[in-house]
DNA sequence: AAAACAGTTGAGTGATTGTTCAACTGTATT
DNA sequence: AATACAGTTGAACAATCACTCAACTGTTTT
């Protein structure tokens, strides 16, 4: 019987369950899209953002005034929002309104705060 | 009636709208915790380490197989998991094995998961 | 008691990232 | 057409952070 190879600095010890949780194992990409995810998600100001637009739709002026942040910090947040695709957005004369993009997004931000709460 | 103070670069557009969404905001110490929380998975390594946990209990030697990372980073990973009661350990003579801390940590997870299949 | 092994930990380093600053769109007003 | 305003964007800087390396526990074996 061939020794496995390992592209790691340990012998293994459970060899069966290494083998079975391999197959287990999702996809790099979809690891990746998932942890990207996740990474919007951790940061205060995007999280701040999400739940002010989870009570309202609001303009970027309105986002910054509520963060007492300045209006660029937070249109660049709004950006890797959107681009994660978790807002919209709509023009309306020189304003821009932001949305949630969907209920989904409401869901896990709540189910992030059960979390917490549980925990204490 | 007084002007308001802000402390943005901004007029503020919609001033009830943000007096109101003001009032929703969590404390500042309730979002430091839930974005401390979407942080730690917002990292590849500690998801797909959540991931192999979620299979199947495991020593650090068999999740630095599965990974094919070095022991070294998988135990720093496994410390802020640890931190962040996202998983625990038991010890067995010289070999510690981790599991997910409850089941509560496998919901979250599929959660994120079904979010990305949703997108495509 | 000494060697071997599973795992942890601290310092250092390179990469990532959030905010600031300044310049820039695009739309509306005068 | 010129000014003003809402918003965006790129470069630069500071802070954060994941991995490496080396030294260290703690447990078992000989």
């Not at 990746?32 to 953002?49: C, E, H, S």
């Not at 309202?56 to 950006?79: P, R, Y």
């Not at 004369?93 to 979390?115: C, N, P, S």
């Amino acid at each position: 019987m061939p020794k496995h190879e390992y592209s790691c600095d340990c012998p293994i010890i459970h060899h069966e369950k290494v083998e079975s949780v391999q197959k287990k194992m999702l996809q790099d990409p979809d690891f990746a899209q998932v942890t990207a995810f996740f990474k919007v998600l951790g940061d205060n100001t995007r999280l701040r953002i999400l739940w002010a637009l989870d009570q309202e739709e609001l303009c970027v002026c309105d986002i910054a005034s509520v963060l007492s942040m300045t209006k660029s910090a937070v249109s660049h947040q709004l950006g890797t929002l959107r681009r994660a695709n978790l807002v919209k957005c709509r023009r309306e004369g020189k304003t821009v309104f932001y949305t949630l993009a969907d209920h989904h997004v409401r869901q896990i931000l709540e189910a992030g705060l059960e979390h917490i709460k549980e925990e204490a």
